[in-house]
């Protein structure tokens, strides 16, 4: 299940000093990783964010450690918040 627009927005708004702070290329690996661990298919963040699918295939491969803590982290706030089926 993908993340609403909602969240997705939130998401930005929350991180975007991360990516001041990461520079360019690290806060759009971030930003991929965050959207794959929300269950967001690599098509989608393609065409969410413009990139091409070699870009994104590259970092599911060198990132997929960070791509599951971060599903993890999701799962585990969803089921704080009752979110959790």
């Known amino acids: ?4 627009p909602e969240q ?3 998401m930005f708004d929350n991180s ?3 990516g001041e ?8 690996k971030e930003i991929v990783c965050r959207l794959l661990a929300s269950g967001m298919s690599v098509e989608e963040v393609i065409v969410v ?3 091409r699918r070699d870009e994104v295939e590259a970092i ?11 599903a993890k982290t999701l ?4 089921k704080r918040h009752g ?3």
């Open 1 to 4: 299940m993908s993340m609403p």
């Open 8 to 10: 997705i927005n939130r």
């Open 16 to 18: 975007w000093k991360n």
């Open 21 to 28: 702070k990461l520079g360019r290329d690290e806060y759009q």
């Open 49 to 51: 964010l413009c990139l």
């Open 60 to 70: 599911v491969k060198s990132d997929s450690d960070k791509i599951s803590k971060y």
């Open 75 to 78: 799962k585990e706030r969803k």
């Open 83 to 85: 979110m959790c089926q």
